[in-house]
């Protein structure tokens, strides 16, 4: 089973709900970049795969943790801060780019 890791802007709603919707298929965890719950180091290197909700994250990671920026793949479900944690259509937008991904990214 693969170790995956979301991040989004506050680990309130896409990246908590991700978490929660594939804690059945993989092993996960999330954090937030801006929050109590920042991603760490620590967390990172746990990780074989990085999932951000948006671009703007990925790139916030190689400002915060350069070094282990370049020896991850980190992958953008590009999903705009518009949904709250409980929308149903968070999760089916979650399911149908992960499927995307995860084809692509053979994980």
Same mark, same amino acid.
């Given at each position: 089973?693969?170790?995956?890791? !979301?991040?989004?802007?506050?680990? +309130?709603?896409? &990246?908590?709900?991700?978490?929660?919707? !594939? +804690? $059945?298929?993989?092993?996960?965890?999330?954090?937030?970049?801006?929050?109590?719950? $920042?991603?760490?180091?620590?967390?990172?290197?746990?990780?074989?795969?990085?999932?951000?909700?948006?671009? $703007? $994250?990925?790139?916030?990671?190689?400002?915060? !943790?350069? +070094? @282990?920026?370049?020896?991850?793949?980190?992958? &953008?479900?590009?999903?705009?801060?518009?949904? &709250?944690?409980?929308?149903?259509?968070?999760?089916?937008?979650?399911?149908?780019? @992960?499927?995307?991904? @995860?084809?692509?990214?053979?994980?």
């Amino acid at each position: 089973m693969k170790n995956i890791l !979301f991040i989004c802007n506050q680990n +309130k709603n896409r &990246s908590k709900a991700a978490e929660e919707i !594939f +804690k $059945q298929r993989w092993n996960t965890k999330s954090a937030g970049l801006y929050n109590e719950n $920042q991603v760490t180091e620590q967390t990172l290197q746990w990780a074989d795969l990085i999932i951000v909700m948006e671009e $703007q $994250q990925r790139k916030e990671l190689g400002k915060r !943790f350069p +070094k @282990m920026y370049l020896m991850k793949r980190i992958l &953008s479900l590009n999903i705009p801060d518009i949904y &709250s944690y409980e929308q149903e259509e968070l999760k089916q937008i979650l399911e149908e780019k @992960m499927e995307e991904i @995860m084809e692509l990214a053979i994980v």
